[in-house]
């Protein structure tokens, strides 16, 4: 186990890979990956995120589900 799945408790997969394909975890929101740029991202991709139900946004890491 990551020292980031540790301190947060996410069980999410990114945490785990050495070099993960995106730069934050779709379910905690936590960098994964800060070898990778930030990107500025348009509310199309953030809803189409929404769509494939993801809390956080996989290359920025804005909030996109708000708390139940």
């Given at each position: 186990?990551?020292?980031?799945?540790?301190?947060?408790?996410?069980?999410?997969?990114?945490?785990?890979?050495?070099?993960?394909?995106?730069?934050?975890?779709?379910?905690?929101?936590?960098?994964?990956?800060?070898?990778?740029?930030g990107?500025?991202?348009?509310?199309?991709?953030h809803?189409?995120?929404?769509?494939?139900?993801?809390?956080?946004?996989?290359?920025?890491?804005?909030?996109?589900?708000?708390?139940?």
């Amino acid at each position: 186990m990551t020292h980031a799945t540790r301190i947060n408790g996410c069980e999410n997969m990114n945490h785990r890979r050495p070099n993960s394909p995106v730069a934050h975890c779709p379910q905690c929101g936590g960098v994964v990956n800060s070898q990778i740029a930030g990107q500025q991202c348009s509310e199309a991709k953030h809803a189409a995120s929404r769509r494939h139900r993801s809390t956080f946004c996989v290359d920025c890491g804005t909030r996109l589900i708000a708390d139940r």
